[in-house]
């Protein structure tokens, strides 16, 4: 199954992913034109932050079985078996925002959407970029994050690298009460710093 | 937020001070927009540009290094992460450099045309330090009209802006020991502009590659800043308007007027703000103010206007920089002018709730949406009195029932150039090396520098402050960090009670305050000609002596020279908010490890102000035993 992972502690909260996802689901897929379109496209994945400088980027994560889709009423949400993404017809949204609640990440958002004649606001949420994959490419969001805080691939095979990362953490630490991060030093010294601050 | 208590909450998470809270409040409750509220909307801010690895300088950006390690390493043009770094703080730090050096040009182009009789309003105030500095300049002083020695003088200042000279005479006041590590590592500073253009000149794509090279050059445009384009701003502002004496005068909010016109002077030059003081004395203008129903006009002062003019003429002040939406959302100030620096683009935004008038003075610093009076020397005056006559005409339209002053203001003691602590002192700085060696002052700290959203609004500055003067360390002030502390009871020699007993033992027999007010953020020069003076006393460089300085809610691009000067000149100095340097170890290690070895001191990042004055008084402590005391 491949899935795109969120490694937390390297989001540096920059919101590219944001603004890449908004392009890809804009008419023209071009930076300076997305902003001035009749129906302008909004970011699908969502950057927040706590104590002002941790961040998390939060995008759906095609859940099977999807809460969502269980919910849903009309039946507007689907589920592509090749990749396993979990899309929305717009058409069949009711607005209801049933599958909002039953979302355990607060992912869904409501939209106006180019797909749609009529201005209602429906279930615009991550497509996982179906269109990418199926030209063997990968989400945007993933493609914009520099910092390796997305990534997409098996999930098997991304979890393995974390396991490798802590088992190799661990054993270097060799008892101690601190092990050693895989996080560089002035970058561990940075956050050390944005945490006294947010506890002053 | 609409619950009394949330938005007393919120605002005590704000601000430390409970006149700035009693706004704060108001504002909440008003729904008046406020810096803190465009803080939490920008959050989460760009780690790539928190860490400085973003460079955003030529088209085939911009680019970005992973700071964890990863790809991509390198800019486009191959820039690395330390040239990245580097490279952006010598950018941030030259535009500080230029806004304060560009400020110290006016006045001295001010103080040329008063010499040639085409300012109108100005004259020449302190002429024993007019022909002191003349004298620096090799000027012939004997005989002669004041006004022919300041034309020589001004001109003799305004060459020290260009390239032809390679040297700059104030610089010279630095004791040699210091000079000869500046001439060692090639950072003695050749032009006040030269410097400033030359670190543009490297930043561009494929110039100055080496960090440490960069560094280096970041280190001679702030002294050229420290050690001339302030200093300069600092002597001519005392040659036009006197050097300023100590004074008492009142701080907060609550200097505000319930029926006069206020007038709040915000930004950082004197030249226009010292002309509205003279109207606002002017006795058909405050006929004027009684004839539009209100009790005369009150002047208070704001950011670093405000202290040049607190300092030297006494004007109360009202706030540093994050009380000047507040003040508007007070309701009643009827006119806020502003030069330049550190107004906030939104201000007339915020007085567009009220009846406030915001004027520009500055072809510099226009802001859309507020009245344009431009200063000019030839006709200030008369436009000093404009702005004071449109400020009278707006206070019929102040809404008494949207109006919120807040309680007492705090008194306050001001003025203490450098001269005046000197004659304190007796004339010469014996006495205070006599009580640091015998230990009863250990060193002396300069807590300098903004205020900043991330920490409460002057918790920073008066904790530290606090803390410093408790272990016996005299500290000095300048710029919003001198405000911080008047407002919060500081300025005041009663505050000797919580000094050691050492310290306040001197500050009750001189009668001055543990933490005193040296002036604006331009007037941190004056704390450099101090500890040149003490280093030259005992034959040392300034880098010897148990001295401190501190920025700890610093936000603004120009804290950058001034702590970069303050370290190339030998004093180590703590941060409080981390500059834009963390994607680099290279860049980190050389400014807090590595100029130990060249400058005696560093840099250091620490937000918490009790482990601050812990690193600063250890700082302190190794260098009196290095001197043997």
Redesign the interface.
Same mark, same amino acid.
């Given at each position: 199954m491949k899935t795109v992972f969120v490694r937390q502690d390297? !989001?540096?909260? !920059?919101?590219h992913c944001e603004i890449a996802c908004a392009v890809e689901h804009s008419e023209n897929k071009e930076l300076f034109q997305t902003f001035s379109e009749e129906k302008p496209s909004h970011p699908r994945i969502h950057?927040?932050?706590v104590d002002?400088?941790l961040?998390f980027p939060n995008r759906c994560r095609h859940c099977d079985p999807a809460p969502c889709m269980q919910v849903c009423p009309t039946r507007a949400l689907s589920r592509d078996e090749a990749t396993g993404s979990v899309l929305v017809s717009y058409a069949r949204c009711i607005q209801c925002s049933v599958c909002a609640m039953a979302c355990p990440f607060g992912i869904i958002t409501f939209q106006k959407v180019r797909e749609l004649e009529s201005d209602r606001e429906v279930n615009a949420k991550c497509d996982n970029c179906i269109g990418r994959l199926s030209e063997g490419r990968i989400p945007a969001c993933v493609e914009a994050c520099?910092?390796?805080a997305l990534e997409f691939g098996d999930v098997n095979d991304l979890i393995r690298e974390t396991r490798a990362d802590l088992t190799m953490r661990l054993i270097r630490s060799q008892g101690q009460d601190v092990e050693p991060s895989s996080?560089?030093?002035? /970058?561990r010294?940075?956050k050390a710093?944005?945490e006294? /601050?947010a506890n002053? | 937020m609409s619950n009394p208590s949330d938005i007393r909450k919120e605002a005590e998470r704000r601000a430390l001070d409970s006149s700035d809270q009693e706004i704060i409040a108001k504002a909440i409750d008003e729904g008046i927009e406020t810096a803190w509220d465009r803080?939490a909307l920008q *959050?989460? *801010?760009?780690?790539?540009? *928190?860490?400085g690895v973003c460079c955003n300088n030529c088209a085939m950006g911009p680019c970005?290094i992973?700071?964890?390690?990863?790809k991509?390493s390198h800019g486009v043009c191959g820039a690395n992460v330390d040239t990245i770094v580097s490279r952006n703080l010598l950018d941030d730090l030259s535009v500080g450099a230029a806004a304060h050096s560009d400020h110290g040009r006016e006045v001295v182009e001010v103080l040329l045309e008063t010499a040639e009789g085409k300012a109108e309003g100005y004259q020449i105030t302190d002429e024993e330090k007019l022909k002191r500095v003349a004298e620096e300049y090799g000027i012939t002083v004997a005989g002669r009209k004041p006004d022919e020695i300041a034309k020589e003088l001004a001109l003799g200042m305004l060459a020290e802006f260009g390239s032809v000279k390679n040297y700059i005479q104030v610089a010279e006041r630095a004791p040699d020991k210091t000079k000869a590590i500046w001439k060692e590592f090639g950072i003695t500073p050749r032009g006040i502009d030269r410097e400033i253009v030359e670190a543009l000149h490297r930043i561009h794509m494929g110039v100055d590659a080496d960090f440490v090279n960069i560094l280096l050059h970041a280190m001679r445009t702030a002294l050229a800043d420290g050690w001339g384009g302030s200093m300069i701003a600092t002597e001519c502002s005392d040659i036009l308007f006197g050097t300023p004496k100590p004074l008492t005068s009142w701080a907060n909010l609550g200097t505000l007027s319930t029926d006069k016109v206020n007038v709040v002077l915000h930004g950082h030059n004197p030249l226009l703000s010292e002309m509205i003081v003279q109207a606002a004395e002017d006795p058909e203008l405050r006929k004027y103010a009684t004839e539009k129903g209100a009790k005369g006009i009150n002047l208070v002062g704001m950011c670093c206007t405000g202290n040049e003019l607190l300092m030297r003429s006494g004007i109360p002040i009202a706030g540093n920089i994050l009380d000047q939406e507040l003040a508007i959302a007070t309701g009643a100030v009827e006119a806020m002018v502003v030069d330049y620096q550190c107004i906030f683009p939104s201000i007339p935004a915020t007085a567009g709730c009220y009846h406030t008038k915001v004027v520009t003075t500055s072809t510099k610093a226009k802001i859309p949406g507020t009245q344009y009076l431009e200063f000019s020397v030839e006709t200030a005056l008369s436009t000093a009195k404009e702005i004071i006559k449109l400020a009278i005409d707006n206070y019929p339209n102040r809404n008494p029932d949207r109006v919120r002053i807040p309680g007492k203001p705090m008194k306050v003691m001001a003025g203490f150039s450098e001269e005046e602590i000197r004659k304190a002192l007796g004339g010469t700085y014996k006495p205070l090396i006599d009580a640091i060696v015998a230990g009863q002052i250990k060193g002396v700290v300069g807590i300098v520098g903004c205020n900043h959203p991330?920490?409460?609004q002057d918790?920073?500055h008066v904790t530290l402050a606090k803390e410093l003067i408790k272990r016996d360390i005299l500290v000095v002030e300048t710029g919003c960090a001198a405000i911080a502390c008047g407002k919060a009871g500081l300025l005041l020699p009663e505050a000797a009670d919580l000094a050691g007993p050492g310290l306040k033992a001197v500050c009750n027999l001189l009668g001055i305050p543990p933490v005193l007010h040296m002036g604006s953020c331009v007037d941190n020069s004056r704390i450099l000609v101090m500890a040149s003076m003490v280093a030259k006393e005992l034959g040392v460089g300034i880098g010897d002596l148990p001295l401190g300085g501190a920025a700890p809610e610093w936000y603004s691009q120009k804290a950058l020279p001034i702590g970069t000067y303050f370290v190339a000149s030998g004093v180590y100095t703590v941060l409080g908010?981390?500059p834009k340097i963390?994607?680099?170890?290279n860049v980190?290690n050389l400014l807090t490890e590595g100029l130990k070895g060249i400058t005696n001191s560093a840099f250091a990042?620490?937000?918490?102000p009790v482990k601050s004055a812990d690193l600063l008084e250890a700082e302190i402590n190794r260098k009196r035993s290095d001197l043997g005391i």
């Open positions: 390297r !989001c540096v909260g !920059c919101r950057v927040e932050s002002n400088y961040s520099k910092t390796g996080m560089p030093e002035n /970058i010294a940075f710093v944005m006294t /601050i002053l | 803080f *959050q989460p *801010q760009c780690g790539f540009g *928190q860490l970005r992973d700071p964890y390690g990863g991509p991330r920490i409460k918790y920073g908010i981390p963390f994607g680099s170890k980190i990042v620490e937000p918490d």
